[in-house]
């Protein structure tokens, strides 16, 4: 089984080009123009068990929005196509992460539906950095990503107060919730409509 995939986008405000390998620890060789962004591909990376490489020029200089959302639409169609029919993958997972105050839960389904449910509240400061990062941006890169995985997928924080603790707890959480869906454990589809 190769559950690898490789991806390219380009339009008028992004270039993107991302190979994901799921069976592969190797390491993450992530470059977005965005620091705290591209720490954040890597926690996914590292914790998610799987090799990213994912490089990305953006317009950054107008606003970093449409370079998040794009990697998460990128992402999103590269995990989908490298699961391919998804026969024998564990599907479901949960788990809650901590990060020092912070504790944030994800649940997630490989279910072929899209939806995306985010509950995290931040203090409101921006992550500092050269570019600074909002974190709201968070959102809309885990929406592009569901959409395009067409998974399901909650992020609700449990408690926290530390803005950099929240984000990383939540690239932690889905990257550990994806790790454990995408697994292996036979060779069923592990569906009752027999397609996901």
Not at 8 to 32: C, F, H, Q, V
Not at 146 to 157: G, K, Q
Request: charged letters at 25%; a negative charge.
């Amino acid at each position: 089984m190769n559950r690898t995939a490789a991806r390219s986008r380009a339009t008028k405000e992004t270039r993107i080009e991302l190979s994901l390998d799921l069976d592969s620890a190797g390491p993450s060789d992530i470059a977005t123009g965005l620091p705290f962004f591209d720490h954040m591909l890597e926690q996914l990376g590292r914790h998610g068990g799987f090799s990213l490489s994912l490089h990305a020029d953006g317009d950054i200089a107008v606003d970093a929005h449409h370079t998040v959302e794009d990697c998460g639409i990128v992402l999103g169609e590269a995990l989908r196509e490298a699961l391919g029919d998804k026969a024998g993958v564990s599907r479901f997972a949960s788990i809650t992460v901590p990060l020092d105050e912070t504790a944030v839960e994800v649940v997630l389904d490989l279910s072929g539906r899209p939806y995306l449910h985010y509950e995290i509240d931040f203090p409101g400061e921006k992550i500092l950095g050269d570019p600074p990062f909002d974190p709201q941006l968070a959102e809309e890169f885990w929406r592009a990503f569901a959409s395009s995985a067409a998974i399901t997928l909650h992020v609700v924080m449990r408690r926290g107060r530390n803005t950099h603790h929240i984000l990383e707890a939540s690239f932690k959480g889905v990257a550990r919730a994806l790790r454990s869906a995408v697994r292996v454990e036979g060779a069923a589809l592990p569906s009752t409509k027999g397609t996901l």
